[in-house]
């Protein structure tokens, strides 16, 4: 896996300082900072940009160079700067918001697909701060259906309109199918239990699809285009690696 490309954004005094106290324990951040700013950073090995000019001219080389952008900027400030530069959330870079004070980390774009509301909490954890998450399967301890087992190397196979749908069901603690066949069983890692909504089966046959608003499958066989369209946009299909346990 390639390692994640960081960028720590720093507009203020205080930003400069907070920068100069988180970039040592993130050693795969670089840290941009305005030419007014950069007298106020202290010494660290992780390598710095200095730009000048308005922060609104960098954000199109940012979101194209970097993975995570952490903002040591106000949250209002970042919604203005990111807007026009916004595609899909496949394509757009995590963005994280870190207040004046370093008392809270908020991920404001790609939390799931992009990874800010992972890396928001990594770097809450560095900063004794407060991670904000707003995304309801992260906020309500279910499965994230869009990423389920991403971590493991499973590929999600569905519509993008049933994973919208489907992952609606989930955080709305309706009823679901879990069918699992195939790949590794660790793939629920939250501390929380497993939300009682999800109803665990080991073969798709066992599933009475009349009595569940939505079916996770995790497996390897090849699906019938038949039962695609009797689940219409109730199914999400995953792929774990052929050799995984």
Known sequence: MNEVRVALVAITKHGAGIATRLAPQLPEAEVVVSEKQAKHLGDFANPRRVYQGALSAQIGELFASYDQIIFLVSLGAVVRLIAPHLKSKDEDPGVLVIDDAAEFVIPVLSGHVGGANAYAQKVAALLNATPVLTTASDVGKTIPV????????????????????????????????????????????????????????????????????????????????????????????????????
């Open 146 to 245: 869009d990423i389920l087992g991403r971590e493991l190397g499973w590929q999600v196979e569905a519509p993008k309109i049933n994973i919208t749908r489907v992952s609606a069901d989930v955080v709305n603690q309706l009823p679901i199918a879990f069918v699992q066949e195939a790949g590794s069983s660790n793939w629920w890692t939250r501390p929380s239990p497993l939300p009682a909504n999800i109803h665990l089966f080991q073969r798709f046959e066992d599933v009475n699809t009349e009595q569940y608003r939505s079916i996770l499958w995790v497996t390897h066989r090849a699906i019938d285009p038949a039962v695609w369209q009797q689940l219409a946009e109730r199914l999400v299909v995953y792929r774990p690696p052929r050799d995984q346990a």
